[in-house]
């Protein structure tokens, strides 16, 4: 496995333990529709958040919540209604990212609630 890919795994883990840390509880990881992938499925109080995880081993200039395209957040939508008509939720669903920086020892995790809407 590279490199990237084993950060990435890392990267959500960090990201479902601060969840929980918060109060959020995991109700799955990585979860598959189609061509949709959802990093984290978590639930706090009568909210389901929908969080797609992005983590860097370096600080560029563009904000890592801006590589989130069009065609990604299609497919959260996508995946995040499957989700809950497989699970029977009427919750009110909501689209977040979490960004982890590592850089070296520094780790710095930002939690984007309501990232981007869906109409």
């Known amino acids: 496995m590279g490199k990237h890919n084993e950060f990435g795994q890392e990267g959500e883990q960090i990201a479902a333990d601060f969840l929980a840390k918060n109060g959020y ?3 799955c ?3 598959r529709y189609l061509k949709s992938e959802i990093d984290i499925i978590a639930q706090k109080g009568e909210i389901i958040a929908i969080v797609e995880v992005r983590a860097r081993s370096n600080d560029q ?3 890592i919540s801006e590589t989130i395209t069009p065609k990604k957040i299609k ?3 996508a995946g ?3 989700f809950l008509v497989d699970n029977n939720l009427d919750l009110e669903a909501r689209f977040d ?3 982890i920086l590592k850089n070296k020892k520094i780790l710095k995790i ?3 609630e309501s990232a ?3 109409f």
């Open 97 to 99: 990212v979490i960004t």
């Open 75 to 77: 497919l959260l939508v």
């Open 110 to 112: 930002d939690h984007l």
């Open 29 to 31: 990881k990585n979860y």
């Open 116 to 118: 981007f809407y869906h």
């Open 80 to 82: 995040a209604n499957q």
């Open 25 to 27: 509880k995991i109700l």
């Open 61 to 63: 200039i563009i904000s």
